[in-house]
T-cell receptor, first 115, second 113 residues
Framework: DGGITQSPKYLFRKEGQNVTLSCEQN?????MYWYRQDPGQGLRLIYY???????QKGDIAEGYSVSREKKESFPLTVTSAQKNPTAFYLC??????????????FGQGTRLTVV | AQKVTQAQTEISVVEKEDVTLDCVYE???????LFWYKQPPSGELVFLIR??????QNEISGRYSWNFQKSTSSFNFTITASQVVDSAVYFC??????????FGTGTSLTVIP
């Protein structure tokens, strides 16, 4: 089935460690996004990518890094510079080609906890 | 600048009541899209509807209906005869050229049996 797969579902990180969250899609979408959701809050954009080998910072990019080497994959690294990384992370994709729009399709999320 | 406001943080209704979730958006673009998503406790956002800025027709899908009014920059969502399964967080979102989605802060709906 077509969709977006995020892994792992739960992730625990020690302070000072970098961790990478995986996001893979088989929808042939050009655009991919990473959002952070804190309890009782909305979705805040971390990074987005409209095409392979290109990505832009969102509203809260500090302490995060991404890569887009393949169309299907958009991994997010939470670095030790992110002071408060405990949150729910959602990956999404959409057609995003030349201004075309469809809805964004979301993965099931990764819940990251710093221990 | 783009912005989506969902002023209702939490709503509780008794089963079978109707409920309306409000969404107000801001954008200077003339071409844009509006969305509603449902987030059940499992966490994944489920797409409900997409509407472009040139189509102000209201839409009904079963117990769900949406009222899009450009004059008031609103895109409200009504659930008729609510059910316990409707309990979730609902997000309104705006998409404009530049390929970025802007989400509201969400409305948490609890339907009491």
């Amino acid at each position: 089935d077509g969709g977006i797969t995020q892994s792992p579902k739960y992730l625990f990180r020690k302070e000072g460690q970098n961790v990478t969250l995986s996001c893979e899609q088989n929808l042939n979408h050009d655009a991919m996004y990473w959002y952070r959701q804190d309890p009782g809050q909305g979705l805040r954009l971390i990074y987005y990518s409209q095409i392979v080998n290109d990505f832009q910072k969102g509203d809260i990019a500090e302490g995060y890094s991404v890569s887009r080497e393949k169309k299907e994959s958009f991994p997010l690294t939470v670095t030790s510079a992110q002071k408060n990384p405990t949150a729910f992370y959602l990956c999404a994709s959409s057609i995003g080609y030349r201004g075309l729009n469809t809805e964004a399709f979301f993965g099931q999320g990764t819940r990251l906890t710093v221990v | 600048a783009q912005k989506v406001t969902q002023a209702q943080t939490e709503i509780s209704v008794v089963e079978k009541e109707d409920v309306t979730l409000d969404c107000v958006y801001e954008t200077r673009d003339t071409t844009y899209y509006l969305f509603w998503y449902k987030q059940p406790p499992s966490g994944e956002l489920v797409f409900l509807i997409r509407r472009n800025s040139f189509d102000e027709q209201n839409e009904i899908s079963g117990r769900y209906s949406w009222n899009f009014q450009k004059s008031t920059s609103s895109f409200n969502f009504t659930i008729t005869a609510s059910q316990v399964v409707d309990s979730a967080v609902y997000f309104c979102a705006l998409w404009v050229s530049g390929n970025q989605f802007y989400f509201g802060t969400g409305t948490s709906l609890t339907v009491i049996p």
